[in-house]
Nanobody, 121 residues
Framework: QVQLVESGGGLVQDGGSLRLSCAAS????????MGWFRQAPGKEREFVAA????????YYADSVKGRFTISRDNAKNTVYLQMNSLKPEDTAVYYC??????????????WGQGTQVTVSS
C-alpha cells in the first residue's frame, strides 16, 4: 500500500512558476515508477510526466515538454514537478500517481488527493 500527498499548488500569473511535491509513504514507495496527471474542468484526466523508480529516466506529454521537469528524491520518498512558463491552459487539478506502467501513459492504482493549479492570464 502506498499513500500519496501532493502540495505546492496555487494561483500564479501567466509565465510564472510553481513546484509541486508528492510525499509518498509505504514500505516500498521508492520502488515505484511515479507520474503526474492533471484534470481540467470538463476534461478527462491526462498524463503530464513520468519518472522511473531510480530517477534515471523521464518522459513528458508534448504539451509540457521543455517547460516542466519531473524529479524524485528517494531518500525523502518525494517526487517533484517543477513547472515553468505556465500558461492558462495548464490550469487543472494535478494528481500524483504511483505504479504507472513505465513507457506508457497507463496510471497505477495509487493516487493522491490532488492539488489545484490556477494560471491567470
Amino acid at each position: 500500500q502506498v499513500q500519496l500527498v501532493e502540495s505546492g499548488g496555487g494561483l500564479v500569473q501567466d509565465g510564472g512558476s510553481l513546484r509541486l511535491s508528492c510525499a509518498a509513504s509505504g514500505r516500498t514507495a521508492s520502488n515505484y515508477h511515479m507520474g503526474w496527471f492533471r484534470q481540467a474542468p470538463g476534461k478527462e484526466r491526462e498524463f503530464v510526466a513520468a519518472i522511473s523508480w531510480s530517477g534515471g529516466s523521464t518522459y513528458y506529454a508534448d504539451s509540457v515538454k521543455g517547460r516542466f521537469t519531473i524529479s524524485r528524491d528517494n531518500a525523502k520518498n518525494t517526487v517533484y514537478l517543477q513547472m515553468n512558463s505556465l500558461k492558462p491552459e495548464d490550469t487543472a487539478v494535478y494528481y500524483c500517481n504511483a505504479g504507472l506502467t513505465y513507457g506508457t501513459r497507463r496510471p497505477g492504482v495509487y493516487w493522491g488527493q490532488g492539488t489545484q493549479v490556477t494560471v491567470s492570464s
